[in-house]
């Protein structure tokens, strides 16, 4: 069970390339999230789901697409990276049993965009 | 939408002495879910300890206790008997009891130095 995987753990961009940030889970959560993680202001919610199919905008989802075409797969896209998207960001999963708390974090992948 | 707030960005505490780390929020729910993560270096959040807002109880976990205070909407954390290893950054996060997902509001976060 490896729980929330992420890839890559480092990446450097260039102003104005595209990349994909894979986030994958192995727990069957129905819940997937990316946050981003920057200096003084906690982690800021970017876009979720809550199931294959279903996805919807968090508080800062310029700049970034996703998809969920599997339970198990929730990529992050960046279609023209831009140093504002300089940050560390992080997937998550979570059942949709009730009264279950924890959000599982992967290791996080910190992007720097030149 | 709900706020969390964290007043103090860096706090530092003796060893094997008590520490409390400061959390308000604003909602206008009356049911959720509150929680105190912790981040070391090496990036990984990790839950410390949870709370139920129905729960009039603290929660206890270990040597990490709550002071949940909801009318005055706080959250704090105490971390008695300081470790080394317990130095990281300390998150405060808020998540509805409500709707279809689980997502968090978190606060900016608290430093926490143990001095040995």
């Known amino acids: 069970n490896a729980g929330v995987t992420q890839t890559p753990k480092f990446q450097v961009l260039k102003t104005g390339q595209s990349m994909t940030l894979q986030c994958a889970q192995d727990?069957?959560?129905?819940?997937m999230s990316w946050y981003r993680q920057d200096p003084g202001m906690g982690l800021r919610l970017i876009h979720y789901?809550?199931?294959?199919?279903?996805?919807d905008q968090g508080e800062v989802p310029n700049g970034y697409n996703v998809s969920r075409s599997t339970t198990e797969d929730f990529p992050l896209r960046l279609l023209s990276a831009a140093p504002s998207q300089t940050s560390v960001y992080f997937c998550?999963?979570?059942?949709?049993?009730?009264?279950?708390?924890?959000?599982?974090f992967g290791p996080g992948t910190r992007l720097t965009v030149t | 939408a709900q706020t969390v707030t964290q007043s103090q960005p860096e706090m530092s505490v003796q060893e094997a002495e008590t520490v409390t780390l400061s959390c308000t929020y604003d909602?206008?729910?009356?049911?959720?879910?509150l929680f105190w993560y912790k981040q070391p270096p090496s990036r990984q959040m990790i839950l410390v300890i949870r709370q139920e807002a129905y729960k009039q109880q603290n929660a206890t976990e270990n040597r990490f206790s709550v002071n949940f205070q909801k009318a005055a909407k706080s959250f704090s954390l105490k971390i008695s008997d300081s470790q080394l290893g317990d130095a990281a950054m300390y998150f405060c996060?808020?998540?509805?009891?409500?709707?279809?997902?689980?997502?968090?509001?978190f606060g900016s976060g608290t430093q926490l130095t143990v001095l040995p």
């Open positions: 998550a999963s979570s059942s949709r049993l009730a009264h279950t708390y924890e959000q599982y």
């Open positions: 909602t206008s729910e009356s049911d959720y879910y």
């Open positions: 996060a808020y998540r509805s009891a409500g709707g279809s997902a689980r997502q968090l509001t």
């Open positions: 727990m069957n959560h129905e819940y």
């Open positions: 789901s809550v199931g294959a199919g279903i996805t």
